[in-house]
């Protein structure tokens, strides 16, 4: 059973990350790890088997697994999202049966992908699963598996059961339109880490994305931040958090987010190929490169540059 209330599920929210042994098995013990390393930090609620989960790279099983893991491991503390997109409706219905059965609090999807489907065969999409369900349905925007535009998220609004979208975009402008034109019950979760003082300052609910794994204290600070209307310690927190990001994204980030968190005593696992793995030369080379990158930008206060 649900335990939150959709409309309570805000703030800084992790894309969560899904540890792999050395085989590309789903790690258990990691995955408890790094949940409650997460929860340590004040994160506001996870976000499970997305991309930065590396969700379609495991069987639906797997996700299932995943899935039951972290309901156990948070048992209440936070509310959880479960995202259950695949290319096939089918997939997706039986993906999130299972998540409301596990006892996440809502549920997420892109929109199907890979094919062209036309503007009806995505609003079905959304409405047969959703009404698979009695969880809410977060809508999922993000040019990795297709953009929705803001007519088309208008659409799914009318879907009852659609809450809210994840709007992974850099243009803030329709968030803002989202919350005037739909409704400010609406819900839309930013999901640019690069522009997350952006996405707030337009009315974004909280923060989806991928590098509250490695550094939520950042973007935590950011939203409370953004809460209290303090700019300068907001565009200070995400000039450092994207220069770290630039960084990182010049090569698997979800790679280097798990050798980094091992710096600081959590260990993240592996990614499964075709991500590759960093071998112990270079992860020699990735640290020297943040220690550089630490000094040259004096850079304090993040966790796992302060863990070299």
Not at 206 to 230: H, Q, T, V, W
Request: proline content about 3%; glycine content about 8%.
């Amino acid at each position: 059973m649900a335990k939150f209330d959709v409309k309570d599920i805000k703030g800084v929210i992790p894309a969560l990350i899904t540890p792999f042994d050395e085989k590309e098995n789903f790690d258990e013990k990691r995955m408890r790890n790094v949940v409650d390393h997460l929860l340590s930090k004040g994160v506001d609620g996870l976000y499970l088997t997305g991309s930065t989960g590396e969700g379609f790279l495991m069987t639906p099983d797997e996700r299932k697994k995943v899935v039951d893991v972290v309901v156990d491991q948070v048992n209440g503390r936070v509310p959880l999202l479960a995202h259950i997109g695949a290319i096939g409706t089918k997939i997706s219905i039986d993906l999130a049966k299972q998540a409301a059965d596990a006892g996440v609090d809502a549920i997420s999807s892109v929109p199907p992908f890979y094919w062209k489907f036309g503007a009806d065969d995505v609003f079905n999409y959304y409405k047969d699963i959703t009404e698979s369900t009695n969880l809410p349905m977060i809508v999922y925007n993000i040019a990795l598996a297709g953009l929705v535009g803001f007519d088309q998220v208008k659409r799914f609004a009318e879907i009852d059961g659609v809450a809210g979208v994840k709007y992974t975009a850099t243009s803030h402008f329709e968030v803002m339109r989202m919350k005037e034109e739909i409704g400010k019950d609406f819900l839309v979760y930013s999901g640019c880490d690069e522009m997350a003082m952006s996405g707030l300052s337009f009315g974004a609910d909280g923060l989806i994305g991928s590098f509250y794994n490695l550094m939520p204290e950042l973007f935590i600070a950011i939203n409370k931040a953004m809460n209290e209307r303090d700019l300068k310690t907001a565009e200070e927190k995400q000039r450092i958090a994207n220069i770290i990001i630039m960084h990182a994204t010049q090569k698997n980030y979800v790679g280097i987010m798990k050798r980094a968190l091992s710096w600081m005593g959590v260990d993240a696992g592996y990614c499964r190929s075709p991500f590759s793995n960093f071998d112990a030369k270079e992860e020699e080379i990735l640290k020297n490169e943040f220690r550089i990158l630490k000094d040259k930008h004096g850079i304090t206060g993040v966790d796992f540059l302060d863990a070299l």
